[in-house]
């Protein structure tokens, strides 16, 4: 089956046999099917080895993502699933896609991506909240909530939440609020505001995959180094645009010159470690001049990678299906995915990863893993996804709904109540796991340095002007 047929996935007809029994072997194993792979062991192509890759609870210890878990004061949580084995498995397709246009200069990327935003930033375990403050669960009548109140718009909404005044600490008067209120009624409230919420429960696991490809269209020609458009801000996104950096593509960051990245105005090193060696385009998207520059933009673009919601583009008359069907290859990454009535709920890492079943639920109480935990894997999964759908020659929409990604993750081990937080043990200098091969250091969150600085805003955004027209 050719990679031009009407219906086949991009790597349909592709031989990528994936060894090993492990979780990352078996996480792997499922994007690569889900993108068309042969996976099968008999299979003739050149194998994606991962026999040697460590047990989930060794490589979740060594990712730095199990030492931000749990409470600020208590020993190190285990995570429900294999999110570490997840990203190490996501990391290996990835890498044997790329094959020797990968950055063999570059640091080696490893598990400890997960982390690597708390590192710099200087975070520590803060169980129950997340390790960046923004995000809490709250217990309910008859379970769990979860709500991050990361932009000042959602503090200024805790009031229409609760339905009273609020002269404390917000989070005081959302935790006896959610006291008398069930799961599913303060989840539905919250998202009738636009606050970004999750229903949290013990026994998620995946229904769906943790992403899927629309019907091919158009045509385009294939590129060894194709214009990667990235409109999205904050995590997953410029982590996807940075790992397709690394695979050869020119990627082009694009920002509202009014309303920039957000990530500009945190750890400058953090920003750099996403988007060094990306051209900084700056677009004022309340003018007709500006729309027309990005339509511009996005009709060039072999693929595009955006983090909105549907609606937003389409409020500035631009229609992502248009432009899959003239060709392109077209990422969308969301909270809870392009279609029915989720389509339009906000959110952020930590509150997807909650209601995607990464969270712990204990005899003492609800705690997040590690940090923002959804965005580092859907970062990583969108960027393997959409590698896999330039080596075809047609437009594809990816949907790639960060809530998928998280229970996809979760779906590789068992429930939470089965996990034994006694073989988590203090030691001289930190602490040691039990696993099914030994003992384990927890590692504390490390990162990898910044191959650059990244450009200022709208650097290139004249050049890249000239280069549309030449």
């Given at each position: 089956?050719?990679?031009?047929?009407?219906t086949s996935p991009?790597?349909?007809?592709?031989?990528?046999?994936?060894?090993?029994?492990?979780?990352?072997?078996?996480?792997?194993?499922?994007?690569?099917?889900?993108?068309?792979?042969?996976?099968?062991?008999?299979?003739?192509?050149?194998?994606?080895?991962?026999?040697?890759?460590?047990?989930?609870?060794?490589?979740?210890?060594?990712?730095?993502?199990?030492?931000?878990?749990?409470?600020?004061?208590?020993?190190?949580?285990?995570?429900?699933?294999?999110?570490?084995?997840?990203?190490?498995?996501?990391?290996?397709?990835?890498?044997?896609?790329?094959?020797?246009?990968?950055?063999?200069?570059?640091?080696?990327?490893?598990?400890?991506?997960?982390?690597?935003?708390?590192?710099?930033?200087?975070?520590?375990?803060?169980?129950?909240?997340?390790?960046?403050?923004?995000?809490?669960?709250?217990?309910?009548?008859?379970?769990?909530?979860?709500?991050?109140?990361?932009?000042?718009?959602?503090?200024?909404?805790?009031?229409?939440?609760?339905?009273?005044?609020?002269?404390?600490?917000?989070?005081?008067?959302?935790?006896?609020?959610?006291?008398?209120?069930?799961?599913?009624?303060?989840?539905?409230?919250?998202?009738?505001?636009?606050?970004?919420?999750?229903?949290?429960?013990?026994?998620?696991?995946?229904?769906?995959?943790?992403?899927?490809?629309?019907?091919?269209?158009?045509?385009?020609?294939?590129?060894?180094?194709?214009?990667?458009?990235?409109?999205?801000?904050?995590?997953?996104?410029?982590?996807?645009?940075?790992?397709?950096?690394?695979?050869?593509?020119?990627?082009?960051?694009?920002?509202?010159?009014?309303?920039?990245?957000?990530?500009r105005y945190g750890?400058?090193?953090?920003?750099?470690?996403?988007?060094?060696?990306?051209?900084?385009?700056?677009?004022?998207?309340?003018?007709?001049?500006?729309?027309?520059?990005?339509?511009?933009?996005?009709?060039?673009?072999?693929?595009?990678?955006?983090?909105?919601?549907?609606?937003?583009?389409?409020?500035?008359?631009?229609?992502?299906?248009?432009?899959?069907?003239?060709?392109?290859?077209?990422?969308?990454?969301?909270?809870?995915?392009?279609?029915g009535d989720k389509?339009?709920?906000?959110?952020?890492?930590?509150?997807?990863?909650?209601?995607?079943?990464?969270?712990?639920?204990?005899?003492?109480?609800?705690?997040?893993?590690?940090?923002?935990?959804?965005?580092?894997?859907?970062?990583?999964?969108?960027?393997?996804?959409?590698?896999?759908?330039?080596?075809?020659?047609?437009?594809?929409?990816?949907?790639?709904?960060?809530?998928?990604?998280?229970?996809?993750?979760?779906?590789?081990?068992?429930?939470?109540?089965?996990?034994?937080?006694?073989?988590?043990?203090?030691?001289?200098?930190?602490?040691?796991?039990?696993?099914?091969?030994?003992?384990?250091?927890?590692?504390?969150?490390?990162?990898?340095?910044?191959?650059?600085?990244?450009?200022?805003?709208?650097?290139?955004?004249?050049?890249?002007?000239?280069?549309?027209?030449?």
């Open positions: 089956m050719s990679s031009t047929d009407a991009p790597l349909a007809g592709w031989a990528m046999p994936v060894l090993g029994a492990g979780p990352a072997a078996a996480y792997a194993r499922n994007l690569a099917a889900i993108c068309g792979a042969d996976v099968s062991t008999d299979a003739n192509g050149r194998p994606l080895d991962l026999s040697d890759a460590p047990d989930a609870l060794a490589d979740w210890a060594a990712s730095g993502a199990m030492w931000l878990s749990g409470h600020a004061r208590a020993a190190p949580m285990i995570a429900p699933g294999a999110p570490a084995s997840a990203m190490t498995g996501a990391l290996a397709m990835f890498e044997h896609l790329a094959g020797s246009r990968s950055f063999h200069d570059s640091p080696p990327l490893s598990s400890q991506l997960l982390s690597e935003r708390a590192a710099l930033m200087g975070w520590q375990r803060n169980g129950p909240a997340s390790v960046g403050g923004a995000f809490a669960p709250y217990r309910t009548i008859d379970g769990w909530f979860g709500l991050s109140l990361a932009r000042p718009d959602d503090l200024d909404l805790v009031p229409a939440l609760t339905g009273e005044s609020v002269h404390t600490d917000p989070v005081d008067a959302v935790r006896r609020w959610a006291s008398e209120t069930t799961t599913s009624q303060a989840t539905d409230r919250a998202v009738l505001l636009g606050l970004p919420a999750a229903t949290i429960s013990p026994r998620r696991q995946a229904s769906r995959p943790p992403f899927c490809f629309g019907r091919p269209f158009g045509g385009r020609t294939r590129s060894d180094r194709p214009v990667v458009l990235e409109l999205g801000s904050l995590w997953a996104a410029p982590l996807c645009g940075s790992m397709l950096q690394r695979a050869g593509a020119r990627v082009v960051k694009v920002e509202s010159h009014r309303r920039p990245d957000g990530t750890s400058p090193r953090f920003f750099d470690l996403l988007n060094a060696g990306k051209a900084s385009v700056s677009v004022d998207l309340t003018t007709a001049t500006g729309i027309v520059f990005l339509r511009e933009l996005l009709t060039r673009a072999d693929a595009v990678i955006e983090a909105s919601r549907p609606r937003a583009l389409r409020q500035l008359g631009l229609d992502a299906e248009s432009f899959v069907a003239s060709g392109t290859v077209w990422t969308s990454i969301t909270a809870h995915g392009r279609s389509a339009q709920r906000v959110g952020f890492g930590d509150d997807v990863a909650a209601e995607g079943g990464l969270i712990r639920i204990s005899d003492r109480g609800c705690f997040p893993c590690g940090d923002a935990i959804a965005d580092p894997l859907t970062g990583v999964v969108a960027a393997t996804a959409t590698l896999a759908a330039l080596r075809s020659d047609r437009g594809r929409m990816l949907d790639i709904p960060m809530v998928d990604v998280a229970a996809s993750t979760v779906a590789l081990g068992g429930p939470n109540e089965a996990i034994d937080d006694n073989r988590v043990v203090r030691v001289a200098h930190g602490w040691i796991v039990e696993t099914r091969s030994g003992t384990a250091r927890v590692l504390p969150p490390t990162t990898r340095a910044p191959a650059g600085s990244a450009p200022d805003l709208g650097r290139d955004t004249e050049p890249v002007r000239r280069w549309l027209v030449s």
